[in-house]
């Protein structure tokens, strides 16, 4: 029977630990690095379709209008060649009744035109009202896709010179998230998510929270350097070790020498 692996200490757990949000802070350096970059270009690719969308339905709009005169000028063509007919025929009635009916046939034909007129006069100033639109939103367009390359070569670049950094800080996190029970990772994660700044572990420093920054008993600040179990903020909720554990010199000693 395989011997079962020796269970870490509370010592080597909050180290692990610490180790993992030291990992996570540098990645997190890595994509404030970044900015706002990706959401800009994010933004800017929805802009440009919504710009696309537009101008696709101004040329739908000027396909309908065109088709629209075309209709009018077949209108106005067959009114044209009714009022010859009707023009002729009144050189042979039989009676003032055919005159007087041909007379208000050649009328309606023209109301015809002069309604076919005004709605061909009408889409061709609504066509020159959409080519100004469509003109405008091309310009726009050009613009968002000229600061879109720019932008994306701009995050590129930084991706291209972090990505092997990032890559081997991922694994890196992965590799210690592994040495770390399940429970104790789940509440640093929750813990981590809800900090302003990323920090679900710190370290004392000078008789306070390194988070919040509010005062630690003296009691309590024993407590944590015992390691003896998990201890967190009181007021922030953050788990906390004591400097040496997190390798760095005492903020309260003295200057040497002194």
Known sequence: MAKQ???LTVEERLKHLYNLQQTLSEIDRIKTLRGELPLEVEDLDDEIARLNTRKANYNEEIAALNQEMDDQRKNLENAQKLIEKYTKDQDNVRNNREYDYLTKEIEYQKLNIELAEKKLNEAARKIEVIKASIEQTQEQLDDHEHVLAEKKNELEEIVSETKMDEEKLREKAKRLENKIDARLLTAFKRIRKNARNGLGIVYVQRNACG????????????????????????????????HELAGVKDPDAPPKGI
């Open 211 to 242: 988070g919040c920054f509010n005062r630690i008993p003296p009691q309590r600040q024993l407590e944590i350097k015992m390691r003896k179990k998990i201890i967190v903020c009181e007021y922030c909720g953050r788990i906390l070790i004591d």
């Open 5 to 7: 692996e020796r269970e």
